[in-house]
């Protein structure tokens, strides 16, 4: 699906904080059903290659669950509508596949899953 989206998959950036097991999805992980967690990256069309790591860190420090933690004005969006696209067309596939989704073999949560 990302690669008909012209997209790239890269590897968690920041494992060591954990975000997997922090999620919404990890309860799911825990009892073997394949829970997708996706992140936009920090990579912005048209600026340098640091700016998203920029607006990341200020974002974390300055509002992150905090008061101020509101969409703001300059906030470019232009990706979440391709965003939603790419998790509606996994989520339909999903669902009308004949083979439900698998764990990679040396995954921790393989020896969990149960069929239904």
């Known amino acids: 699906m990302a ?3 012209g997209r790239v998959v890269k590897p968690e950036a920041e494992p060591e904080k954990g975000g997997y097991y922090r999620s919404d999805h990890f ?3 825990k009892r073997g059903v394949p829970a997708l967690n996706a992140d936009a990256g920090l990579e912005y069309e048209g600026q340098p290659a640091d700016y998203g790591q ?3 860190d200020a974002y974390t420090a300055n509002d992150y ?3 101020s933690d509101e969409i703001k004005p300059d906030w ?4 979440a509508s391709q965003d939603c696209e790419f998790y509606f067309k996994i989520g339909y ?3 009308n596949a004949t083979k439900w989704p698998e764990w990679a073999p040396t995954n921790e949560f393989k020896a969990r ?3 239904c």
């Open 54 to 56: 920029k607006k990341h």
């Open 93 to 95: 596939r999903v669902a």
């Open 3 to 5: 690669a008909e989206q």
């Open 113 to 115: 899953a149960t069929r």
């Open 27 to 29: 309860p799911f992980a």
């Open 76 to 79: 470019n969006l232009a990706g």
């Open 65 to 67: 669950h905090a008061p």
